[in-house]
């Protein structure tokens, strides 16, 4: 049973379009969170939800919307996407979010190239 | 206000010595410090976790860290390299209430046969 997944691992699509992200965790966590990581590597907080809650919103464009119908999903849905979207999005949770003991598990990621 | 610097990019080491990569944290709270190893086109796989308690923290294959905060180090070490150790290691620290879970830039170790 994969604890964290995501769908798709790949999606290529051109300039313009909207696309969605799916991540569902069946670990029974309360924090969810979107991550970017650029061709550098560099992994860099989206969002965090807990309990389908908001609780980080780091400076994206309003072009991301996250959207938690429950606790155990947080999807990613961007509009007018741009060449700069181009990154690998890893979906992760934790029991409690920024509580000690807790570390995060990951998803494997999503490859999104924008042509 | 949390952050976390690895203070090398690229790490290369031959097969068989012994493995460093550096990681310095600042943390206004006590905080829970992890190193994270992701393989090339693969997710990230928790290697190990510092939590306050003991500081020295033995990991999976062999890595360990040890916390120092006198310091506001938590180096990873592992005494002797192995091919398939080769991939892009993270030092991410968290806690205090913000909800965040902040990565250091990575660094990418490289073993030479």
């Known amino acids: 049973d994969t604890a964290v997944s995501q769908t798709p691992k790949y999606l290529v699509t051109q300039m313009g379009n909207d696309k969605s992200i799916k991540c569902e965790q069946n670990l029974g966590h309360d924090t969810m969170y979107w991550y970017k990581q650029d061709s550098k590597k560099f992994l860099k907080i989206m969002f965090s939800?807990?309990?389908?809650?908001?609780?980080i919103n780091e400076t994206v464009p309003n072009r991301f919307s996250p959207k938690s119908p429950d606790k155990a999903h947080l999807n990613l849905h961007i509009n007018s996407l741009e060449l700069g979207d181009s990154a690998v999005y890893f979906c992760a949770s934790s029991p409690q979010g920024g509580i000690r003991n807790t570390e995060a598990f990951f998803g494997q990621g999503t490859r999104l190239t924008v042509v | 206000a949390q952050s976390v610097t690895q203070l090398d990019s690229h790490v290369s080491v031959s097969e068989g010595t012994p493995v460093l990569l550096r990681c310095n944290y600042s943390s206004s709270y006590s905080p829970s410090l992890f190193w994270y190893v992701q393989h090339p086109n693969k997710g990230l796989q928790l290697l190990l976790k510092?939590?306050?308690?003991?500081?020295l923290v033995k990991g999976i294959n062999g890595f360990e860290a040890e916390f120092k905060k006198s310091e506001t180090s938590f180096h990873l070490t592992k005494p002797s390299a192995h091919m398939s150790d080769a991939a892009e290691y993270f030092c991410v620290v968290s806690g205090g209430g913000a909800s965040k879970i902040i990565f250091g830039s990575g660094t990418r170790l490289s073993i030479r046969p």
């Open positions: 939800y807990n309990n389908k809650e908001l609780i």
């Open positions: 510092y939590t306050s308690a003991a500081t």
